[in-house]
């Protein structure tokens, strides 16, 4: 249609139950051609469930799924022409790695020329040269799953979906290899649809991040968006932040159990929501402020998390840098910081 | 491409579903119209030639038969004798199980090929091999002067022997492809080692025993040579009875009364088979076996691995050791050079002629039986099979739990006229014996198909294989080593297959073990000892045949 933007893929009112049990519940979603979208909830959220949708691996109950604007119900897996990297890989054990990568290629026909070549360029891609004789069993598990992402890649498909790509790696290994497939997506220009419950995995790679509960969608935006103004409650919390609070909103402040809190300007007015973000939470002298007694503290390396308890009040979190931090035990005053504060939904 | 957002309706549940059955359907297609041509056709039509007199069905007989006293006495014994039966092979076998797939130890694949060679003797053979061993004259009698041929343990002996192997098979298969790690989890985890074997290998383990129980249990059940042969005027199960009923007194009637009891009980036993499969159906990761087994450490291990070899040195070497001997019982090998001519003028043709009909009639079997029952495997190890399927499989088991000599005398009512006329057909024969071979076909793949992990499947069709591709890339490499040892397993059968045989071998063109009971009918030495020398080669044939495949086991270990 000319003047619209085709999508590449879009869900529509995807829905699969278990058992009585919706698991993907009316969800609707839509990634544009070299987006990378990261798909971000707790286990059970019912992310994998998307992904073999999409896949065609799960059969949806209502709903539907579209392929560059084409309805795939009737298309099986083998010919939708999606990659999916595997949670644990898969990877075949009876072939050895340039076997494996080379499957996809062989399922499309390509000539055993042309496979060889594509499996050495890949191998190169993923910082294996030279592994295509090496049995998968011989592989460490970063290895493992560059040979998987190898795999995926081959056939050079529409849109590659990873299940937890990095999940099964030491912390390290997954730092890095997040960058390393943050450039390489970037450079091949592949449409990515990732799904994690780690959301430093998802800010780190993901144009656009997706959070799911419960088999619906709890907010979308960029890493940015979501960071900075969490939808609600259980997004906020799931992005670590467990400074919220109910409060009752009147002009540019809020009455909290820790008190009047500042808010910025246009707030929505009434019983709301807050999320206090641990950097607008500011340490002062004892005598001022919110008085709180410090009950522990975390060395972060770049700074030191403090877990604040005040009279009656839930605790706050907040941060310092290590040489101001105040000892277990001390008594602090505290002051919010407005630019920090958010209303949430 | 137009996309205008639409309504979106709940589509009905049914087509969505149909799309996997469609293929499962295509996949049995095959499978069921064997059976039903071959298997269920012959058997409806012997239970009609014995219940309808003059046109009519007269179902009353059935309880006057079964009430009769001693028709019970028959039931009894052929229950109690199976029961028996089964619980000692599993005493004896499983600790040879467990020494299969755990330890490494020079001579263990000829020591394998040994021990499934027995399950494809023909009964007849067994039979009066126990009877040289154990009967009148035989070694025990000679040495100690103790005979038990005529009490019930020459019988359960005799069972032991021919189903050691299945335990050793069906259970050692999947015991040495399970990861010993899991059991070294659960001692981490604070089990002891009989803690962690009974919690975490003895449920992987279940389905594979009550696979090899039932197998036992059906093969017991339906005795026919051994119990024939040792069981004298006191021991008759329901198979000895229906053979006496066709054979000797003529009354049909009665022999399909016999029959349709026999089906119902097999049937019954069946069903709870099914139902104990579908509860314990797991995937299992496993592992090569080469990497799981190891030299025995420790006194304990030592003495078992002993003790394992010296029962089968008492119960599967010794008689196999007293057949050959007796076979060698005359100068110059007298009895297998008699061989050569058919002196006695028992057949037309000279008795060594057998040798190559049977490999012939084997040959083609194994394949029938590879493809009906790979196909039958294939549907079945679909992991959202059905109930329909899931009795499907129930019911491929049923050829083995119903007489052979039912089989046989079916096939020879049914299929002699138009539009099936195979009376004169050498297919008769290939076609019984896959009948036979078809369900071990399918025992031997289903446990292993099940295992392989569903999302490899998966991530084949993700990259592109149809399903038939799929089947072909993932399933095919993880089971060639069961479908080899499938194919050895119809071939063997088929071999020494007897009961249906012996009914449908043409005068002119018999097979080993019809030689060898036609043999053994005869009066004089001179026949024992051909019959014993005949047996002798076919032992001989089964046994390179499992060698074979034991050297094709371990080629293609490396792949895996």
């Keep these: 249609m000319a003047g619209e933007f085709q999508m590449l893929l879009s869900l529509e009112d995807a829905t699969v139950r278990f058992g009585g049990r919706a698991v993907l519940d009316a969800v609707g979603l839509e990634v544009a051609e070299h987006e990378v979208v990261c798909v971000l909830g707790p286990s059970g959220s019912g992310k994998s469930t998307l992904l073999r949708a999409v896949a065609g691996l799960q059969v949806l109950d209502s709903g539907r799924v579209l392929l560059d604007g084409r309805d795939q119900e009737r298309t099986p897996a083998h010919k939708r022409g999606v990659g999916l990297m595997f949670q644990d890989h898969q990877l075949f054990p009876q072939r050895d790695v340039g076997g494996n990568v080379a499957f996809g290629l062989r399922m499309h026909g390509v000539d055993r020329a042309q496979q060889d070549e594509r499996v050495r360029e890949l191998l190169e891609l993923v910082g294996l040269p030279g592994a295509a004789r090496r049995a998968v069993a ?140 641990p950097p607008g939470v500011r340490l002062v002298a004892a005598d001022e402020g919110l008085p709180c007694t410090v009950a522990a503290r975390t060395f972060k390396g770049t700074h030191v998390a403090l877990r604040l308890q005040p009279e009656e009040a839930p605790p706050l979190e907040a941060a310092c840098p290590l040489r101001a931090a105040p000892e277990v035990g001390e008594t602090v005053g505290v002051e919010f910081d407005a630019a920090e504060i958010v209303v949430l939904g | 491409m137009d996309v205008t957002r639409t309504e979106v309706e709940p589509r009905p549940v049914g087509i969505r579903v149909s799309r ?28 009609a030639r014995g219940l309808k007199v003059d046109g009519t069905w007269r179902f009353g007989r059935l309880l006057d038969v079964v009430t009769q006293s001693d028709i019970r006495h028959v039931l009894w014994f052929t229950t109690w004798q199976a029961l028996a039966s089964t619980a000692l092979t599993l005493l004896v076998a499983l600790p040879g199980a467990y020494v299969f797939a755990r330890f490494d130890f020079p001579g263990k694949q000829v020591l394998r090929a040994v021990v499934t060679v027995p399950f494809v003797l023909p009964t007849v053979v067994v039979g009066t091999a126990f009877l040289a061993l154990v009967g009148r004259g035989g070694l025990l009698d000679q040495w100690w002067g103790v005979r038990l041929d005529t009490t019930v343990w020459a019988i359960l002996l005799a069972h032991v022997f021919f189903n050691y192997a299945v335990v050793v098979r069906t259970v050692g298969g999947l015991w040495a492809g399970l990861d010993p790690r899991q059991e070294e989890a659960a001692r981490m985890l604070g089990a002891s080692p009989f803690a962690a074997w009974r919690r975490v290998t003895l449920p992987a383990l279940a389905p594979a025993v009550a696979a090899a129980a039932l197998m036992v249990f059906l093969f017991t059940f339906t005795s026919f040579g051994v119990v024939q042969i040792l069981g004298g005027p006191t021991f008759s199960t329901l198979e000895v009875e229906i053979y006496r009923q066709t054979s000797e007194i003529f009354d049909l009637s009665t022999a399909a009364v016999l029959t349709i009891v026999q089906f119902v009980a097999v049937g019954a036993v069946l069903a709870a088979h099914a139902w104990t499969v579908r509860r314990r159906e797991s995937a299992l990761r496993l592992v090569d076996p080469a990497v799981t087994a190891r030299r025995p450490r420790g006194a304990g291990q030592w003495a078992l691995l002993a003790g394992v070899l010296a029962s089968i040195a008492a119960l599967l070497v010794l008689p196999l050791a007293v057949l050959v001997q007796r076979s060698l019982d005359a100068p110059d090998f007298g009895y297998y050079r008699a061989l050569t001519s058919d002196a006695s003028g028992t057949f037309l043709v000279p008795p060594i002629d057998a040798i190559g009909n049977s ?101 084949a069709a993700v990259l592109g294989a149809s399903p038939w591709r799929v089947w072909r890339e993932v399933d095919l490499p993880m089971v060639r080593r069961a479908l080899l040892v499938a194919a050895g397993f119809a071939f063997a059968v088929s071999l020494g297959e007897f009961g249906a045989t012996v009914f449908i071998a043409r005068p002119d063109n018999p097979t080993l073990p019809v030689a060898v009971a036609r043999l053994l009918g005869r009066p004089g030495d001179l026949n024992y000892g051909q019959a014993m020398a005949l047996s002798t080669i076919l032992m001989v044939v089964c046994a390179v045949a499992l060698l074979v495949l034991e050297r094709l086991r371990t080629d293609r270990t490396g792949e895996f």
């Design chain 2, 359 to 459: 490999l012939r009639y084997a040959l083609a079997a194994t394949a029938i039986a590879v493809v009906i029952g790979g196909l039958a495997a294939a549907a079945l190890a679909r992991r959202d099979a059905g109930r329909l399927v899931r009795g499907f499989d129930a019911l491929l088991m049923l050829p083995l739990g119903v007489s052979a000599v039912t089989v046989g005398f079916g096939f020879l009512i049914a299929l002699d006229e138009p539009p099936l006329d195979l009376r004169s057909s050498w297919i008769l024969v290939p076609l019984a014996q896959a009948l036979v071979g078809a369900p071990f076909v399918v025992r031997t793949m289903l446990p292993v198909l099940r295992a392989v992990d569903a999302r490899l499947r998966e991530a």
């Design chain 2, 20 to 47: 996997g059955n469609a293929a499962r359907l295509g996949l049995m297609a095959l499978p069921v119209a064997f059976f039903a041509v071959f298997f269920a056709w012959p058997v409806a039509a012997i239970v």
């Design chain 1, 138 to 277: 011989s592989l460490s598990g970063g290895e493992q799953q560059r040979v998987a992402l190898a795999r995926a890649l081959a056939p050079r498909p529409r849109l590659l979906m990873l299940d937890e790509p990095l999940g099964q790696l030491d912390r390290s290994l997954r730092e890095r290899l997040v960058v390393e497939l943050r450039e390489l997506f970037g450079q091949l220009g592949t449409t990515v649809l990732a799904v994690t419950h780690d959301q430093g995995e998802a800010f780190a790679l993901a144009d656009r991040v997706v959070v799911m509960r419960d088999g619906r969608i709890a907010q979308s935006g960029t890493p940015l968006e979501v960071w900075q103004r969490p939808a609600d409650e259980f997004v906020a919390r799931f992005l670590g932040f467990d400074n919220v609070v109910e409060g009752t909103v009147t002009g540019e402040a809020a009455d909290t159990p820790w008190g009047k809190v500042p808010l910025p300007p246009d707030a929505p007015q009434g019983p709301r929501t807050l999320l206090v973000r």
